[in-house]
């Protein structure tokens, strides 16, 4: 948006887009307004807005502009103009009252925070505004006291770690001033639980906030009066009906106040006066929890948990470690408040601990200790027993829960944390106990259903040879009457499903197990489940289970019509594949023919046909392909160099089918796709055997790509390359492949935002080139188009694209990799003198690439993969790579940049660091160090 748009058409903009009922007319609005929001004329223009007050709608985009232009656009600004700027934000701040829109207020004072932030010459912003604001506008000023510890840690806000120290130190020299002045807000306007809600929330919101960044001391907690206000809403006993509650706004600032202080007693873990007193107070808290659960209100029942969860957390190393009286009677008093709290009524309760349980798990199994574990055991035992009565179903529950369900969900943590903590109890005590509570008289289904969840749990870590539970409840499994409520037959066979390494010890008990499976296969709802459990069987029982081939395809040819899932169905060809792969050779050829061709045939038809394709019913190829996928995926034959792969024939007679499917479909990418799944997992399967398809998959492979520009092709190439590459005679067809698949993809590549748009390309593409140096360097290196590759490569550096930016990485990787490995091979000296010349030629611009991202674009996770390439280059030459490091760090930004202002001397250790550093990950942290410098 070059030219500045008149005011009156922003405002129309900003009708159209809340009051206009036309959908198209709406995003018009939309697209205009967000493209009016990166312009340069938005500081202006939205500055009058706010100065106009013309309505609610236009203030709150103006506000949030403003917000957004100083968050992420500040650069653009003049330095003579942020003095305005602050004076216009600040007016607008003054001019707020009880009755401004909350949202406007909050983004006013995320500009003004952000602001401060990166307005380097605004010193001591901190007393201006309680000297500006602190008697006539207590709303906003606390509201900027709130989110300013909180933006300082935005990463989208480019302040470099120098400024953000800067304005840390600045923080903590104010932090009296502040904390005096939250004192005096406290005493004027907090002596009632009643009365002003709001400025009582944010004053604690406030002390939460710079408590969180360690800029206000510890050292007065113990009688700080925002503290004694906060445990005093805590302790407040709502006795009867008469008795107004705590309102929840100040429950929940009152509950986060106390959270951050423990969390930052756990790094600042010698402050015993303090830990005494919170703990103390806390653990009166359970008289009023008791009172939350009476009176159903179920916010101030969680908040009372998260403060128990968060003592816990806090002192569970001590506990765990220090086996003093004091300590162990603090163990007692917390886990049974935790424990009390994991008791109550409503799932989500219970669900708020589950983090404590897995830290105690992880400490504990660390620990090792016999004593410990003994000491443990009884929460563990409770938690379980709890966490069983959690899991149970609404009795007049009549089928079985939605996948979609919250309560599925939690019963699927409920599941993860069982598995995490059983070996406290010992899964064979956690099964027999659970199978205990099954014996009694009244035990109605729902009851039932749990205890067999919890078995589920923990029954692949019952040991195999267990001879004593086991049978007894595989025997009432394969007995249940038909009767049985659905939801217990339906966890009845998951369970079974999961006791597979138990029955692969018994196969006595195989052939009846199997009989009760494919009879439940039927059962509508129950049918999943069974494909589930036959699958893990066949996986687990393999070696004993190929007599069973013809009944296992005897059943895959009546599937479709059970009422299971296409996922059930491949699960089931997973385990016939399994069992398959443990068959003598001869008996590999048909038993996989037979079952391709259930796969094949339909496909075929599809395409001879000419039917018209419907998604996810029987007339959608990629039902057929991801069937067929999953057989090859899961094949593993194990064959000598000179013996023929039995399945080998069975690929040849496949592939003309896939061969038509490619033509067939060429411009549809979600059944390519699946189709280059599928021949990947063919391949793979007979290893280098087909050489005879090559020719006509390489060809296929280039006239599609160079019309669809699917980049499947790209890494099917590269399964081709990882095959064949090694056998010269193929090599030369296979460059030409590379050549054919390079215009194709610069073209998309150097389209307008092409890199950003297209990663897989990019994944793709430098697959397909890492597999040729790793298989064939040297006609690699020899190609003519390798200097564009490596164009294209230095380009991609800066994608912030996780799988692409490996790939990337890869590459670089492997060509400077190819120059020093395999030294006895005969092309060792041509390879070296190859990699030599790509080296001096790019080695100052791949580091200054690899530089420029890991500082500007790419995200701190991603940084492993660019120390890789760096490590290989210290490695290959360290006095040269040295060199253009610095070359690279010199031409940085430096002081005197706004807010980056990183020193020279912080450049020279960074160098320092990288250039004396042998592995990855020493690189990694220097490259950290350095992007915080400039993040």
Partial sequence: MEEKPNIEIVYMAISALYNNPNSTEKERASHWLRNFQKSVHAWTLADEILHHKKDLESCYFAAQTMRSKIHYYFHELPIEAHGSLRDSLMDHLSKI?????????????????DLILQMCSWEHAVLDLINRFSQSNLWPLLEIFIVLPEEIESRSLRLGENRRQHVMDDLRSCAPTVNNFLKHCSNMYCNNLHDNVQITSKIIRCYASWISIEAISLDDVTDHVVVTNSLMILSYKQENAKCLPVSNTLHDAATNAICTLLKRLEVNNNQQNIESYLCNHILELEVPYHLSVANEDIEKSMNYCRIFTELGETFLCKIIYQTTEQYQHQAIKVFDLI??????????????????????????????SKLLIEMFRPYIERLVTALCRHCQMEPDLDGLLEDMDDFKDFRGKVSELVKDVVFIIGSASCFRYMFMNLQGNNVTWDITESALFIMQAVAKYIVPNENEVVPKVVEAILNIPPSTHIAVRYTSVLLVGELCEWIEKHPSTLDPILNFLVNCLSEPGIGPASATAIQNICAACNEHMSRHVPVMLQL???????????????????????????????????????????QVNPLSELVDNNIATVPKTKADPVLWLDRLSSIFRNLVIHVDNDVINPCKVVVLEVWPVMSKVLNKYASELRIMERSCRTVRFMLRC??????????????????IYAMYKHSCFLYLGSILVDEYATDPTCVQGLLDMLEAFITPTFELLQEKEGLRNHPETVDDFFRLCARFLQRSPVPFLLSLTLPLIIQCGLMCCS?????????????????????????????????????????????????????????????????????????????????????????????????GTGTITVKQQQLTDVHASVVKSDTSKSVTYALKDLARLYR
């Fill in 97 to 113: 009252t009880e009755g401004t829109n909350s949202i406007i207020v909050t983004q006013l004072c995320l500009a003004l925070t």
């Fill in 799 to 895: 994608l912030d694209h996780k799988e692409a930016n490996i790939s990337v990485m890869k590459f670089f990787f492997e060509i400077i990799n190819t120059g020093k490995i395999a030294r006895s091979h005969d092309d060792f000296p041509q390879r070296k003198q190859l990699v030599n010349t790509i080296v001096l030629e790019y080695g100052q611009q791949l580091v200054d690439n690899l530089v420029q991202a890991s500082v500007f674009s790419l995200h701190p996770y991603m940084l492993s993969e660019v120390a890789d390439v760096i490590v290989e280059l210290l490695r290959y030459n360290r006095d040269l790579s040295s060199e253009w490091l610095a070359i690279t760090l010199q031409g940085l930004p430096k002081e």
């Fill in 339 to 368: 424990l009390m709290c994991v008791g109550h009524h409503d799932y989500e309760v219970a669900a708020i601990t589950f983090n404590l349980w897995f830290l105690l798990s992880e400490e504990l199994c660390q620990k090792n």
């Fill in 686 to 703: 007979v290893s280098q055997q087909v050489k005879e398809l090559l020719e006509s998959l390489v060809g296929q492979s280039v006239s």
């Fill in 556 to 598: 895959l040819r009546q599937v479709d019509s059970f009422a299971i899932t296409n996922d059930a169905v491949i699960g089931l060809l997973k385990g016939v594949a399994a069992i398959i792969s443990k068959c003598d050779l001869d008996e590999v050829t048909p038993s996989l023919r037979d079952l391709c061709s259930l």
